[in-house]
């Protein structure tokens, strides 16, 4: 089974701080996404990627950065934590399959519940 | 992308089939109809996907109109662990975008 693995479920950070958030998963995949998931608002793309070094922004990039310098590992960035960042953020993976197709299923990992105070 | 509407909720009964409807009136040729389902406190789940067929998997089965301008979610023995939000999700093959709405919150009550 594809294992999508974010490194912390709870995190407290304060504002201004500059925030990590590591996702690796263990099947190869191409494709790499962070999301973040607000009552009322759904789960929301911030960034994707989807090849080594290459990341193209969601819906909801601003406050955010991201790495993918490795295939297996995605990180997402907080240069300056602010307190509407506080939320549950989701990593996922996926298999490009036969170019940029539409038959294509997500992994993703438990999630990270960060609070900024 | 097609935008999907879903009931906000869904009570269904131990045992019984549960059938979560959900319309995508705008979807275009070439989209498929995604379901994930994301139970408390884990990540999504995908359960199934299509484009025109029915298909069924060990998780459920996914009936698409002729027209495919809706289609039903079926979990035929529903069981408490199938408590959780089902998204409907319509995606097209303009790149790696999955657009999760609000989803139904299916309760399976006893």
């Known amino acids: 089974d594809v294992k999508v693995t974010q490194s912390s479920r709870y995190l407290v950070k304060r504002t201004g701080e500059k925030v990590f958030l590591e996702c690796v998963q263990d099947m190869d995949h191409e494709n790499m996404f962070w999301y973040r998931q607000d009552p009322g608002l759904g789960l929301r793309l911030i960034y994707f990627?989807?090849?080594?070094?290459?990341?193209e922004k969601g819906d909801i990039p601003e406050g955010y950065s991201v790495s993918r310098e490795k295939k297996e590992r995605f990180s997402l960035i907080l240069e300056s934590a602010s307190t509407n960042q506080t939320s549950m953020y989701l990593c996922?993976?996926?298999?490009?399959?036969?170019?940029?197709?539409?038959?294509?299923?997500?992994?993703f990992g438990s999630g990270t519940q960060l609070s900024v105070l | 992308d097609a935008k999907t509407t879903q009931p906000t909720s869904m009570d269904c009964a131990e045992g019984r089939a549960a059938n979560l409807p959900c319309n995508h009136s705008t979807i275009s040729g070439n989209e498929y109809v995604y379901w994930y389902r994301q139970i408390h406190s884990q990540g999504p789940q995908y359960i199934i996907h299509g484009l025109k067929n029915n298909e069924t998997n060990e998780m459920a089965s996914l009936i698409i109109t002729e027209d495919r301008k809706s289609s039903t979610l079926i979990l035929p023995h529903a069981t408490l662990r199938d408590t959780a939000v089902y998204y409907c999700i319509v995606r097209g093959n303009q790149g790696g975008k999955l657009i999760f709405g609000q989803g139904t919150e299916l309760s399976v009550k006893p």
């Open positions: 996922a993976s996926s298999l490009l399959q036969g170019g940029r197709a539409t038959n294509e299923k997500l992994f």
């Open positions: 990627s989807y090849d080594v070094k290459m990341k």
